[in-house]
């Protein structure tokens, strides 16, 4: 009897062992089992949305399970960023997003209902670089020609911004490095880069500072000036802006990246999931290893950057910082 009663205290316990299994959560099993979500706060078409495409195919594969691509526009990147936010915190959906400036404008100046803590930042892939340029046809050979022009003839000359763009902010910031006040030069604000760049190739403005890699496109119309770098671009033969800077003036400026894309959860997910998070951010660098997804970003004229998690939230954070002094002159 006490041998059947063993034999069925041991079933018991394995049943019971077999039970608890199959009702624990699913990041407890083999994360990811079913499909998942990127959301793209923007329309289809532009640079975050073939980031976030690609990404789909390549990490997707690596993961084992497909990733679904939807469009979220809405209030520069805050409808689909408060959308992702209002996710169960279980790895099924993720974001894709030029974390700076959107997501510190959205903080800053929109005033959004979540902070930069919020969100986990699993990779910068692919961030640009500004450059200071001018109308092939405007007579400054040199970025300090220009600057000096603005500085004997304050509120003369125009310089285009995507409204609360970095080179937005780093206009502003050039100005103050030079002792200038904000009305030193006529702002003309857009809707977009892409119509940024069709005014200034157009001449329809002076000056502006945008997007490097954007503005490949229009790169016969224009001349570059400066680069807003610490070191000089292959992309666009100009000398770093604190080169003009500093032996002319006697004066800096912060670098702000021109626009840092990411791959972003929110950060209850990688804090009640580390395992699962991991696993992520591990498959993500693998994928970037692939010569296959290389050769497809190369050919897209995307980038293909291996940053993890750590050195891409000091890079969005430290780019936040240098807004959060600014944000200021966006008000006025």
Same mark, same amino acid.
């Given at each position: 009897m006490k041998v059947k009663f063993r034999s069925l205290a041991f079933v018991a316990a394995v049943l019971l062992a077999g039970l608890t299994m199959a009702v624990q959560p699913a990041s407890a099993q083999n994360w990811p089992t079913r499909p998942i979500t990127i959301v793209v706060p923007f329309e289809p078409g532009g640079s975050v949305d073939r980031l976030g495409r690609s990404l789909a195919t390549y990490l997707g594969k690596e993961l084992g399970q497909p990733m679904t691509v939807v469009n979220m526009a809405g209030a520069g990147g805050q409808v689909g960023a408060t959308w992702l936010l209002q996710q169960p915190d279980d790895g099924y959906t993720m974001m894709v997003m030029p974390a700076m400036p959107y997501l510190g404008v959205n903080i800053l100046i929109t005033r959004a209902k979540y902070t930069l803590d919020d969100f986990a930042f699993v990779n910068a892939q692919w961030s640009d670089f500004l450059v200071l340029a001018e109308q092939k046809d405007r007579p400054w050979q040199t970025a300090k020609d220009l600057l000096d022009a603005i500085k004997a003839n304050p509120g003369k000359y125009s310089v285009g911004v995507d409204f609360g763009s970095t080179g937005h902010f780093s206009s502003l910031m050039l100005l103050e490095a030079l002792g200038l006040p904000p009305s030193a030069i006529r702002i003309v604000t857009f809707d977009g880069g892409g119509t940024l760049r069709t005014a200034l190739a157009g001449g329809q403005i002076d000056?502006?500072?945008?997007?490097?890699? !954007?503005?490949?496109?229009? @790169?016969e119309l224009i001349r570059p000036l400066a680069v807003i770098l610490d070191k000089r671009s292959p992309l666009f033969d100009a000398p770093p802006i604190n080169e003009v800077l @500093?032996?002319?003036? !006697?004066?800096?400026?912060?670098? &702000?990246? !021109? %626009? #840092? +894309? *990411?791959? #972003?959860? %929110? /950060?209850?997910? +990688?804090?009640?999931?580390?395992?699962?998070? /991991?696993?992520? *951010?591990?498959?993500?660098?693998? *994928?970037?290893?692939?010569?296959?997804?290389?050769?497809?970003?190369?050919?897209?004229?995307?980038? !293909?950057?291996? &940053?993890?998690? /750590? *050195? %891409?939230?000091? @890079?969005?954070?430290?780019?936040?910082d240098v807004l959060k002094k600014y944000q200021s002159y966006l008000k006025n």
């Open positions: 000056f502006s500072i945008l997007q490097a890699e !954007g503005s490949d496109t229009v @790169k @500093k032996p002319a003036y !006697g004066v800096t400026v912060p670098l &702000l990246s !021109g %626009s #840092i +894309r *990411a791959l #972003i959860t %929110s /950060e209850s997910f +990688r804090k009640k999931h580390p395992a699962d998070f /991991e696993k992520l *951010a591990a498959a993500y660098k693998k *994928a970037l290893e692939s010569p296959e997804f290389q050769a497809y970003l190369k050919s897209n004229k995307m980038a !293909g950057e291996w &940053l993890g998690t /750590e *050195a %891409s939230t000091d @890079k969005i954070k430290t780019n936040f």
